[in-house]
């Protein structure tokens, strides 16, 4: 029983400090990233990508690669962190952040997915 309870643990120990991450970066007040709008703009963009990408993977890693409990969670959280946001100065809770999250957590999910059916096509010695 003991054992069941660390291994889990261990398994969901990197997506909460992963969560702890975004939120701690989500904290901050908005701040320029680039002089030039289009620049701050596409790397924040690329940055909630990014975020969201490594969350699903660690989720999905948690959950024994449960494709549906590893989106629901995600999303959940970014709803959540975008709701968080909300209350930071000068930041905003917009639905296209949240998209943004999404599509982060499909790219990681559609490289998990390749990286499957490259696995299984490897012939076992």
């Avoid at 990233?33 to 969350?55: C, G, M, N, P, Q």
């Avoid at 968080?84 to 499909?106: C, E, K």
Wanted: with cysteine.
């Amino acid at each position: 029983m003991r054992k069941k309870v660390r291994e889990r643990a261990i398994r969901w120990l990197p997506p909460f400090l992963w969560a702890i991450v975004i939120f701690a970066l989500s904290s901050i007040e908005q701040i320029a990233t680039s002089r030039v709008f289009v620049w701050d703009f596409f790397i924040k963009k690329f940055a909630h990508v990014s975020e969201y990408a490594v969350l699903f993977g660690l989720i999905y890693r948690a959950t024994h690669g449960n494709w549906i409990s590893a989106y629901v969670l995600t999303i959940i959280y970014a709803a959540t962190d975008e709701y968080h946001q909300s209350f930071v100065p000068g930041r905003t809770a917009t639905f296209l952040d949240l998209g943004i999250d999404f599509s982060g957590a499909n790219i990681a999910a559609y490289c998990l997915w390749k990286l499957n059916q490259i696995r299984s096509k490897k012939p076992k010695k």
